[in-house]
């Protein structure tokens, strides 16, 4: 491109504050924190289950986990490259609260407090300008919970895991692996051994949640890995829209992200659950990172249930998520709206895995994988009609944008159908940011980073249009950040 | 306004324009016409600011260096290009980008942005000169547009940023008679006294609407004859074929 030096000057002040943000999640806060020493065995375990004065029948699945671990081998299948991790040298226990119990919200560590206004986060319940009830998780452990009062009027349970096994162990013990087996692959396995907390969240029948519920995870401390557990339960009828965002401090080593979600949608019930992933990628050379190795799946087990994932996935040195449904009811639907980027040198195996069984099941997935700098990504997806599913329809859109010549981005539909009448319809398209758009904005006035910003939110607005308002700015602005310097 | 001199421009070691000679005044129109291939988009091109060319000579372009200044500077200064092939950009509004587009050359030039009330009613006043609907303002920048409906788009996007220096790229193309009437009825009334417009066209035809002050015709790289709006008429007899002697004289083999 012509003369670079002069084009920077016409980026609007946002857009170059943005930019010199970098990684603006960066900051490390001075906590109080109280950890385990590393490596993992089944003293570790117990210790942790200790911890959190768990009831034996939760230490035993721990236990039954971990032996199972032990028997496993990390896949190997996706399209990543990373060198073997260490799983003795992790620490699987960090809890940044101080020992006293908190009982209201003023009393949390001013320094967590701090850290959440740094985020733009708060967890102060009079300001009630934002009408999103947040979970706030650092590390290992859930650090404060609003709004929770309000809720309980609906009767609905928004509170961190360890509290609902105390409060709620009938829930947790019928619905806990119950859409991720302990034994279901080699980072569930993991985590559930060795999950320190995460959010629980219950919705009773007919109830339409009265807000937004949000988690926000925070790793802070160093070589810990996060292990969160979330379970949501969506009773017959009922409604709740679930938000959940991430970030973590730049940090040269690598750290281990392996999260496990499930979600219950019973009769009529809907779950929306979104996700704004932005943990720290490693730097320009691919130094540092989160490892993200996450296992999501929703359980539409009722009659005309509905959950829909919508994510975007901007940050991790590596991300390997697919998040997808069991359409075990009949009408019900899944759908999975996806915008990921990888940039620098991040690489990104991800996609989702519908499962028809139940009868006329519905399932969409919209995937925008969007490569630049020297960034790999792969979108990796299955369908799968089975014998009961009757009538099952399916479709798939996988578009990938690449950004200069050294990122790659690959395609690896799966579609297996075992029914006569399923449908299952793919689309898919690569394209580049074409010069010719490029010129075509610049010829208008539009500096070239402003364009390609504008063209690459053009792309994903089809899933940005099913992020709640606040979060679709949010993701934009994202897109924008990890974007910058990847032209010219 | 305008002053090209001896310029030449090769791709891949192929010389597309061989010398070209070229002077605007505000408020002329000049018209560009010639064969396929004689260079012509290629001009329109280099004076944008398009990259992949290796250049020799001058543009002058109010006392500025043209060439030296990005496709975005060009544009802050006042230069327009509607485009032969406007491309798609799906997922963005025609009217963001729009007052996108505005509002980095209101920023470039010291003036203060609009908000999304004041552009839309400029927006709307502006698209009544090409007669478009509405609607087009909240479909995707040319996205699923019919040939007719970019080229109007383009104009629309003219009137809206008000260029000095307007470069028109065969918007003839493709167009019915009506559709052909309507942009040329909109180009004519953003013709004004400070502002000057190179039409670049293949056919006399848009000459009947657009009336130019000068015509020239290209080929092989080079202006090879200049005259007024009767020499398309002439082009129109003759055919490009005509010319050659001219190409003969300037050492040119076709």
Redesign the interface.
Known sequence: MSAPTTTTSLISDEVRELANQEYQYGFVTDIETEVAPRGLNEEIIRLISAKKKEPEWLLEWRLKAYRHWLTLTPPTWQHVSYGPIDYQDIIYYADPRPKKQISSMDEVDPELREMFNKLGISLGEQERLSGVAVDAIVDSVSVATTFKDKLAKVGVIFCSFSEAVHEHPELVRKYLGSVVPYKDNFFATLNSAVFTDGSFCYIPKGVRCPMELSTYFRINAADTGQFERTLIIAEEGSYVSYLEGCTAPMRDKNQLHAAVVELVALDDAQIKYSTVQNWYPGDANGKGGIYNFVTKRGMASGRNSKISWTQVETGSAITWKYPGVILKGDNSVGEFYSVALTARRQQADTGSKMVHIGKNTKSTIISKGISAGHGQMTYRGLVDMRKSAVGARNFTQCDSLLIGKDCASNTFPYIEVKNQTGQVEHEASTSKIGEEQLLYCRQRGIPEEEAVSMIVNGFCREVFKMLPMEFAVEAQKLLTVSLEGSVG | MLKIKELRASIDNKEILRGVNLELKAGEVHAIMGPNGSGKSTLASVL????GYELSGSVEYEGQDLL?????????AGV??A?QH??E????GNAY??R???N??R??RGQEELDAVDFLSLAQERMKLVEMDPTFMNR?VNEGFSGGEKKRNEIW?MAI?EPKFAILDETDSGLDIDALRIVASGVNALRSEGRAMLVITHHQRLLDFIVPDYVHVMAAGQIVRSGDKNLALELEETGYAGLTPSLAQVGVAL
Not at chain 2, 48 to 51: C, Q, S, Y
Request: proline residues 9%; charged residues 20%.
């Open positions: 944008i600011g398009r990259d030296a200044l990005s496709p975005e500077e060009r544009a802050a327009f290009l485009f406007p491309v950009i799906p997922g963005v980008f729009m996108t587009a505005l980095s050359l920023r470039h995707s996007q940023l």
